[in-house]
């Protein structure tokens, strides 16, 4: 998928000191095979290629310090660029009520978003009126219900009858009680038909809706969008809701759906729950693709805040001297210059985890740690492999931890360490220098 060829590609590039105009058109082919195969259309992938490549060999870009950041900001930004702005609104008319038809393929997630949709604009003030036009299974619309009893939104249903007419009635009760947002759920297919669609079609018609919604599900992948071309050209769609998100899709669809039929996506399901919804973030979606959370954000973050000199001369330390805990408590204490511990974790991919009480822990295990590393001597600090038990219970008493936490924090250290080697040595990311140089 396009997710891991760019990770490979990017990969190489982050394991590069130095780069030259060559790998960034090496590695530049490869995004552009990826994002082919991915369906993106031609002039679109030679576009982003072009822009990637332009912005990347210029002399600032090759000279920095840190190249293949760069170049995988550079890749980040076009991305975004891709995607278009963020987007969410849904233009209300002046006349109410404002109509919404759902339409997609069976199982994309029509009737979950319908709900997900009347529940967020209810918190926003809004009267709306649901209508059940899946006729096919009777169990489409008793889900329509249960949903929507979970979201305390009201459900227009006359069973199993022409949809059209249920569409015509409900849009009357919609007005006659003064509902301002009807939602139109509407039937689906495994595959898209001409029957469907004649159906949508007469729908569409009759309801004249303010916007249809094309539901997509992110795990089908490439054929997304395939199918948002399908029910654009026969029906003509205004927005996508993605859905599915929480799989472990990365989402590449996203990139493709709204680069082939110009149409934004607007909102994102991340679950079964009504509550596991959101508006479309391009700058999020860009990193899914790129698989490193909102890494890059922190990337550029870290190398804001942190004092240039002071990140050169740890980095030479480092690669002088290897890293010592009063390392660690430097880039703690970096950290702490980048602001709350709340800020990054929620910066990492998968942060959307993390409890408050998770952040309130982190936040207390770093003034621990601090401490810690305070009632140690200098010698022990720069080679804590010589912290002997007795010492550990002093360390512990002067710090007022247990002596457990003392090993915890050597533990800790060490695999820092280990970490660091992996990054090669003072090429971690939380000084913003690379020492290979
Ligand atoms: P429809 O046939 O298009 O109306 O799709 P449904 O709304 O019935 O959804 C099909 C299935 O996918 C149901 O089991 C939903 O609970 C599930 N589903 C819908 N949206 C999401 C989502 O964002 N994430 C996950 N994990 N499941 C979803
Ligand atoms: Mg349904």
Known sequence: GLSEKLGGVFKKLKGRGKLTE??????MKEVKMALLEADVSYKVVK???????????????????????QVIKIV????????????????????????????????SGKTTHAAKLAKMFKRQGS?????????????????????????????????????RKIVKA????????????????????????????????????????NEIMLVVDAMIGQDAVKVASSFDEALGIDSVILTKLDSDTRGGAALSVLAVTGKPIKFVGMGEKLDEFEPFHPERMASRILGMGDMLTLIEKASQTVDEEEAEKLAKKMQEEGFDLDDLLEQMKQIHKMGSIKNIISMLPGANKVSDEDLEMGEAALKKTEAIIHSMTKAERKKPAIIDPKRKRRIAAGSGTQVSDVNQLLKQYDDMKKMMKQFGIGGGMLHGKSARR
């Open 170 to 209: 409900g849009l009357k009760e919609a007005k006659d009680y003064g509902y301002d947002l009807v939602i139109i759920d509407t039937a689906g297919r495994l595959h898209i038909d001409e029957e469907l669609m004649d159906e949508l079609k007469d729908i569409k018609k009759i309801a004249e809706p």
């Open 22 to 27: 060559a790998d960034v058109k090496e590695a």
């Open 47 to 69: 576009d982003f290629v072009a822009n990637v490549t332009e912005r990347s060999v210029g002399e600032d870009v090759l000279k920095s310090l840190t190249p293949a950041q």
């Open 127 to 163: 009267r709306p009126l649901l209508i059940a036009a899946d006729v096919y299974r009777p169990a489409a619309i008793d889900q329509l219900k249960i949903v929507a009893e979970k979201a305390e939104v009201p459900v227009f249903e006359m069973g199993q009858i022409d949809p």
């Open 76 to 107: 980040n930004e076009e991305l975004v660029k891709l995607m278009g702005e963020a987007n969410s609104k849904i233009n209300f008319p002046s006349k109410p009520p404002c109509v919404i038809m759902m339409c997609g393929l069976q199982g």
